[in-house]
């Protein structure tokens, strides 16, 4: 197989996990327990297809335009693709598809069932690894975002802007990332070059989504 960095780049993604499905022998990718990729192998384990999943119309434009895009094998055919791995599909393109297959399936979980999936909070921070949390702090999606931090009884801003208000899963849903009101929630107790830099890690988490 010639997209040899298949696995690694689909384990870098968050909250994905891999499994072997014996009975079909391939290779399965899945986020929240639903399959979003998968390398089917023959009786000799090696790769003939890669299976992902597209909305309709961009995979029928896909199979028109590659020879090595096809109908998802053993699956869905309206909505997965299988792809050779020894074709001339571009590497770019591929991982530009596994992404869309990866936010396509995660899309298909409750808004806020897809933040307990990645781990986070509307705004990119990971609840578990805050010294407040369980503590003083049940989380964010726990909370609906009446966190520690927030004004008594209300909702932390960035929650109520992105959850409340966009109706978002997160920010990263939001194309003015990040903004006035993320710069505005500074924590008293961190340097503004400290904040700066919880800022660029949580938009860094949420563009990976």
Known sequence: MRYTWIDDYLLAKRAVTKDLKKEWNWIRYQI????????????????????????????????????????????????????????????????????????????????????EILGISCCGTECSKCSFHGSLCTGCNEANGKVFHAPAGKACPIYQCSVGQCKFSTCASCEKLPCDIWKATKDPNLSQEDFDATIQARAAILNHI
């Open 32 to 115: 929240g327990g639903k399959m979003f990729a998968a390398i089917c192998l023959d009786k000799e384990d090696k790769p003939y297809y890669i299976n992902l999943k597209l909305e309709p119309a961009e995979g029928q434009f896909l199979r028109e335009q590659y020879k090595d895009i096809l109908p998802g094998y053993y699956s869905n055919k309206e909505h997965w693709n299988s792809i050779t791995p020894d074709g001339e599909v571009p590497d770019d393109l591929l991982k530009d598809l596994l992404d869309k297959s990866y936010r396509l399936v995660l899309a298909g979980f409750a808004k806020k069932k897809q933040r």
